[in-house]
DNA sequence: ATCTATTCCTGGCTGC
DNA sequence: TGCAGCCAGGAATAGA
Protein backbone atom coordinates (compact mmCIF):
# COMPACT_ATOMS: atom_id res chain seq x y z
CA UNK A 1 0.00 0.00 0.00
CA UNK A 2 2.14 3.26 -1.31
CA UNK A 3 1.94 5.79 0.57
CA UNK A 4 4.14 8.98 0.86
CA UNK A 5 7.37 7.31 1.57
CA UNK A 6 6.75 4.22 -0.52
CA UNK A 7 6.06 6.91 -3.65
CA UNK A 8 9.06 9.14 -2.48
CA UNK A 9 11.56 6.51 -2.72
CA UNK A 10 9.56 5.18 -6.06
CA UNK A 11 9.89 8.64 -7.36
CA UNK A 12 13.65 9.03 -6.54
CA UNK A 13 15.02 5.75 -8.48
CA UNK A 14 12.88 7.32 -11.53
CA UNK A 15 12.97 10.49 -11.51
CA UNK A 16 16.88 10.59 -13.06
CA UNK A 17 16.12 7.61 -15.38
CA UNK A 18 13.43 8.82 -17.36
CA UNK A 19 13.73 12.21 -17.41
CA UNK A 20 14.80 13.62 -21.15
CA UNK A 21 13.52 9.71 -22.15
CA UNK A 22 10.88 9.42 -25.25
CA UNK A 23 7.76 7.54 -24.99
CA UNK A 24 7.13 6.03 -28.16
CA UNK A 25 4.27 4.06 -27.07
CA UNK A 26 1.52 3.26 -24.65
CA UNK A 27 0.17 0.06 -24.41
CA UNK A 28 -3.32 0.05 -22.01
CA UNK A 29 -3.96 -3.29 -21.46
CA UNK A 30 -6.42 -2.50 -19.08
CA UNK A 31 -9.64 -0.09 -19.02
CA UNK A 32 -10.18 0.36 -16.09
CA UNK A 33 -7.14 1.71 -15.04
CA UNK A 34 -6.00 4.02 -18.04
CA UNK A 35 -8.58 5.91 -20.75
CA UNK A 36 -7.85 5.98 -24.43
CA UNK A 37 -6.54 9.95 -24.37
CA UNK A 38 -3.75 8.44 -22.68
CA UNK A 39 -2.23 7.55 -26.49
CA UNK A 40 -1.52 11.30 -26.31
CA UNK A 41 1.85 11.12 -24.85
CA UNK A 42 2.97 9.09 -27.29
CA UNK A 43 5.84 11.10 -28.93
CA UNK A 44 6.29 13.76 -25.87
CA UNK A 45 9.00 13.23 -24.07
CA UNK A 46 9.08 13.55 -20.01
CA UNK A 47 10.60 16.93 -18.70
CA UNK A 48 11.16 15.93 -15.05
CA UNK A 49 9.12 13.09 -12.66
CA UNK A 50 8.21 14.38 -9.16
CA UNK A 51 5.14 13.20 -6.35
CA UNK A 52 2.41 15.13 -5.36
CA UNK A 53 0.80 13.05 -2.02
CA UNK A 54 0.49 9.40 -3.23
CA UNK A 55 0.73 10.68 -7.02
CA UNK A 56 4.04 9.96 -9.31
CA UNK A 57 3.84 12.93 -11.78
CA UNK A 58 5.57 13.40 -15.18
CA UNK A 59 5.77 16.53 -16.61
CA UNK A 60 5.74 15.84 -20.16
CA UNK A 61 5.81 18.30 -22.98
CA UNK A 62 2.23 19.22 -23.62
CA UNK A 63 0.35 17.95 -20.30
CA UNK A 64 0.95 15.98 -17.22
CA UNK A 65 0.96 11.85 -16.78
CA UNK A 66 -0.10 11.33 -13.03
CA UNK A 67 -0.05 7.81 -11.65
CA UNK A 68 -1.99 6.70 -8.67
CA UNK A 69 -0.39 3.43 -7.45
CA UNK A 70 -3.63 2.27 -5.51
CA UNK A 71 -2.97 -0.75 -3.26
CA UNK A 72 -1.01 -3.00 -5.41
CA UNK A 73 0.34 -0.83 -8.03
CA UNK A 74 4.00 -0.78 -9.46
CA UNK A 75 5.71 0.98 -11.79
CA UNK A 76 8.93 -1.54 -13.39
CA UNK A 77 12.06 -0.20 -15.26
CA UNK A 78 12.99 -2.74 -18.23
CA UNK A 79 11.08 -5.43 -16.65
CA UNK A 80 9.14 -8.71 -18.19
CA UNK A 81 5.07 -8.33 -18.98
CA UNK A 82 3.37 -10.45 -16.56
CA UNK A 83 -0.21 -11.41 -16.33
CA UNK A 84 -0.52 -8.33 -13.92
CA UNK A 85 1.04 -6.00 -16.79
CA UNK A 86 -1.96 -2.92 -16.83
CA UNK A 87 -0.09 -0.94 -19.41
CA UNK A 88 3.39 -0.71 -21.30
CA UNK A 89 5.65 2.46 -21.87
CA UNK A 90 7.83 2.07 -24.58
CA UNK A 91 10.53 4.77 -24.32
CA UNK A 92 13.22 5.58 -26.75
CA UNK A 93 15.54 3.36 -24.28
CA UNK A 94 13.92 1.02 -22.07
CA UNK A 95 10.18 0.29 -20.96
CA UNK A 96 8.65 1.04 -17.98
CA UNK A 97 5.73 -1.15 -17.22
CA UNK A 98 2.69 -0.59 -15.18
CA UNK A 99 1.80 -3.63 -13.08
CA UNK A 100 -1.03 -3.57 -10.24
CA UNK A 101 -2.83 -6.73 -9.22
CA UNK A 102 -5.53 -5.64 -7.70
CA UNK A 103 -6.37 -2.56 -9.99
CA UNK A 104 -7.09 -0.16 -7.35
CA UNK A 105 -4.74 2.28 -9.48
CA UNK A 106 -4.92 5.19 -12.22
CA UNK A 107 -3.17 6.30 -14.69
CA UNK A 108 -4.74 9.72 -15.87
CA UNK A 109 -3.60 12.63 -18.23
CA UNK A 110 -4.02 16.32 -16.83
CA UNK A 111 -5.94 15.05 -13.89
CA UNK A 112 -7.87 17.08 -11.92
CA UNK A 113 -7.79 15.16 -8.74
CA UNK A 114 -3.84 17.06 -8.33
CA UNK A 115 -5.60 20.56 -7.72
CA UNK A 116 -7.75 18.98 -5.04
CA UNK A 117 -4.50 17.98 -2.74
CA UNK A 118 -4.33 19.67 0.54
CA UNK A 119 -0.57 20.88 1.57
CA UNK A 120 2.09 18.10 1.85
CA UNK A 121 2.93 16.73 5.24
CA UNK A 122 6.30 17.43 5.60
CA UNK A 123 6.38 21.04 3.31
CA UNK A 124 3.79 22.55 6.01
CA UNK A 125 4.68 24.15 8.78
CA UNK A 126 3.90 24.10 12.31
CA UNK A 127 1.66 27.06 12.32
CA UNK A 128 -0.27 26.48 9.43
CA UNK A 129 -0.83 22.64 10.73
CA UNK A 130 -2.49 23.64 14.20
CA UNK A 131 -4.62 25.96 12.55
CA UNK A 132 -5.95 23.80 9.62
CA UNK A 133 -6.19 20.59 11.81
CA UNK A 134 -8.05 22.76 14.84
CA UNK A 135 -10.67 24.26 12.12
CA UNK A 136 -11.96 20.52 11.87
CA UNK A 137 -14.72 18.75 13.82
CA UNK A 138 -14.18 15.26 12.13
CA UNK A 139 -12.17 12.52 14.34
CA UNK A 140 -8.36 12.82 14.03
CA UNK A 141 -7.09 9.91 12.16
CA UNK A 142 -10.08 9.94 8.98
CA UNK A 143 -8.84 13.35 8.69
CA UNK A 144 -5.16 12.31 8.41
CA UNK A 145 -6.80 10.16 5.62
CA UNK A 146 -8.36 12.91 3.80
CA UNK A 147 -6.11 13.65 1.25
CA UNK A 148 -7.63 17.49 0.67
CA UNK A 149 -6.61 18.00 4.09
CA UNK A 150 -3.04 16.50 4.02
CA UNK A 151 -1.67 14.94 0.80
CA UNK A 152 0.13 11.54 1.16
CA UNK A 153 -0.94 10.39 4.25
CA UNK A 154 -2.29 6.58 4.26
CA UNK A 155 -3.59 4.04 7.28
CA UNK A 156 0.26 2.85 7.95
CA UNK A 157 1.44 6.33 8.63
CA UNK A 158 -1.71 7.91 10.01
CA UNK A 159 -1.70 5.43 12.77
CA UNK A 160 2.11 5.12 13.19
CA UNK A 161 1.85 9.24 13.66
CA UNK A 162 -0.88 9.39 16.08
CA UNK A 163 1.28 6.34 18.11
CA UNK A 164 3.90 8.82 18.21
CA UNK A 165 1.95 12.31 19.18
CA UNK A 166 0.00 9.92 21.87
CA UNK A 167 -3.24 10.89 20.21
CA UNK A 168 -6.16 8.82 20.26
CA UNK A 169 -7.49 8.02 16.82
CA UNK A 170 -11.11 9.22 17.40
CA UNK A 171 -9.96 12.01 19.10
CA UNK A 172 -11.59 15.02 17.24
CA UNK A 173 -9.46 17.67 16.18
CA UNK A 174 -11.16 20.96 16.87
CA UNK A 175 -11.00 19.48 20.68
CA UNK A 176 -6.76 19.10 20.94
CA UNK A 177 -4.97 21.45 22.42
CA UNK A 178 -2.04 23.96 19.84
CA UNK A 179 0.24 21.87 22.03
CA UNK A 180 -1.06 18.29 21.35
CA UNK A 181 -1.73 19.75 17.45
CA UNK A 182 1.86 20.83 17.31
CA UNK A 183 2.79 17.37 18.41
CA UNK A 184 1.18 15.69 15.82
CA UNK A 185 2.77 17.67 13.11
CA UNK A 186 6.06 16.68 14.73
CA UNK A 187 5.27 13.14 14.55
CA UNK A 188 4.18 13.08 11.40
CA UNK A 189 7.23 14.55 9.81
CA UNK A 190 9.54 12.29 12.17
CA UNK A 191 7.68 9.00 10.70
CA UNK A 192 7.62 10.07 7.13
CA UNK A 193 11.35 11.19 7.14
CA UNK A 194 12.21 8.31 8.58
CA UNK A 195 10.40 6.23 6.50
CA UNK A 196 11.60 7.39 3.70
CA UNK A 197 15.26 7.08 4.91
CA UNK A 198 14.56 3.31 4.87
CA UNK A 199 13.16 3.34 1.87
CA UNK A 200 9.20 3.02 2.72
CA UNK A 201 7.42 0.12 4.42
CA UNK A 202 7.09 -3.26 1.93
CA UNK A 203 4.13 -4.41 3.26
CA UNK A 204 1.60 -7.23 0.56
CA UNK A 205 3.99 -6.53 -1.68
CA UNK A 206 5.53 -2.90 -2.27
CA UNK A 207 8.36 -3.07 -4.15
CA UNK A 208 10.39 0.32 -5.52
CA UNK A 209 11.11 0.77 -9.42
CA UNK A 210 14.27 -1.92 -9.53
CA UNK A 211 12.01 -4.59 -7.24
CA UNK A 212 13.86 -3.52 -3.85
CA UNK A 213 11.66 -3.81 -0.84
CA UNK A 214 12.23 -1.07 1.75
CA UNK A 215 12.53 -1.79 5.68
CA UNK A 216 10.47 0.30 7.39
CA UNK A 217 7.67 -2.27 8.15
CA UNK A 218 10.26 -3.22 11.11
CA UNK A 219 10.03 -0.14 12.79
CA UNK A 220 6.28 0.12 12.87
CA UNK A 221 5.01 0.29 16.46
CA UNK A 222 1.37 -0.38 16.34
CA UNK A 223 0.20 -0.59 12.79
CA UNK A 224 -0.25 -4.32 11.90
CA UNK A 225 0.50 -5.18 15.82
CA UNK A 226 -2.69 -5.91 17.49
CA UNK A 227 -2.38 -7.75 20.63
CA UNK A 228 1.34 -7.00 20.36
CA UNK A 229 3.06 -5.71 23.96
CA UNK A 230 3.10 -1.14 23.40
CA UNK A 231 6.88 -0.65 23.06
CA UNK A 232 6.50 2.13 25.46
CA UNK A 233 4.06 0.57 28.31
CA UNK A 234 3.86 -3.24 26.87
CA UNK A 235 0.05 -2.58 27.17
CA UNK A 236 -1.97 -4.97 24.42
CA UNK A 237 -1.69 -2.86 21.25
CA UNK A 238 -6.01 -2.82 20.06
CA UNK A 239 -6.90 -3.49 16.21
CA UNK A 240 -10.64 -1.26 16.12
CA UNK A 241 -12.24 0.26 12.90
CA UNK A 242 -12.45 3.73 12.72
CA UNK A 243 -14.70 5.30 9.84
CA UNK A 244 -14.30 1.51 8.36
CA UNK A 245 -10.21 1.77 8.80
CA UNK A 246 -8.00 -1.21 10.82
CA UNK A 247 -6.74 1.10 13.12
CA UNK A 248 -4.35 -0.04 15.52
CA UNK A 249 -3.42 1.81 18.60
CA UNK A 250 -2.31 1.95 22.58
CA UNK A 251 -4.90 2.23 24.76
CA UNK A 252 -3.11 3.45 27.47
CA UNK A 253 -0.33 5.54 25.74
CA UNK A 254 -3.16 7.42 23.18
CA UNK A 255 -5.50 9.98 24.91
CA UNK A 256 -8.71 11.10 23.36
CA UNK A 257 -7.79 14.60 25.79
C1' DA B 1 -18.95 20.22 6.93
C1' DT B 2 -19.15 15.63 8.23
C1' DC B 3 -20.98 11.18 8.96
C1' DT B 4 -21.94 6.18 7.29
C1' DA B 5 -22.12 2.67 3.98
C1' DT B 6 -21.00 0.89 -0.49
C1' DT B 7 -18.30 -0.15 -4.49
C1' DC B 8 -14.27 -1.57 -6.98
C1' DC B 9 -10.55 -6.04 -7.00
C1' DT B 10 -7.91 -10.44 -6.09
C1' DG B 11 -4.20 -12.96 -3.45
C1' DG B 12 -3.82 -14.91 0.74
C1' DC B 13 -5.56 -16.44 4.75
C1' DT B 14 -8.91 -19.22 7.80
C1' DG B 15 -11.57 -23.05 8.85
C1' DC B 16 -13.63 -27.23 7.88
C1' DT C 1 -5.48 -31.61 -0.03
C1' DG C 2 -9.29 -28.82 -1.53
C1' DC C 3 -12.26 -25.28 -1.41
C1' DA C 4 -15.61 -21.77 0.05
C1' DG C 5 -15.76 -17.58 2.27
C1' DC C 6 -13.82 -13.64 4.11
C1' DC C 7 -10.58 -9.87 4.42
C1' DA C 8 -7.42 -5.86 3.30
C1' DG C 9 -8.03 -0.97 1.86
C1' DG C 10 -7.58 4.30 -1.30
C1' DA C 11 -10.81 6.93 -3.03
C1' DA C 12 -15.10 8.02 -5.26
C1' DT C 13 -19.84 8.15 -4.46
C1' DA C 14 -24.51 8.38 -2.58
C1' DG C 15 -27.41 9.66 0.90
C1' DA C 16 -28.31 11.42 5.53
Redesign the pocket.
Known sequence: ???LPEVETIVRGLAPRLAGRRVENVEVLCR?IAPRSLSAVAGQTIRAVGRQ???IVAECDRGRLSI?L???GKLLLDAQPG??TRAIFTLDRGVLLYDD????G?IEWNSR?LA?LGPDPIEIEGGPFIERLR?????VK??L????FLR?????Y?DEALFRARIHPRA???GLSRARAGRLHAAIREVLLEAIDQGGSSI??YVDADGREGSFQDRHRV??RGGEPCPACKTAIR?I???????HFCPRCQRRY
Not at 101 to 104: D, L
Not at 135 to 139: C, E, F, L
Not at 152 to 156: A, E, Q, T
Not at 241 to 247: F, N, P, S, Y
Open positions: MPERGKFHGMTPHIRQFRRRARRSMPLLNQSGIGNIAIASSDYGRLVAQRGT
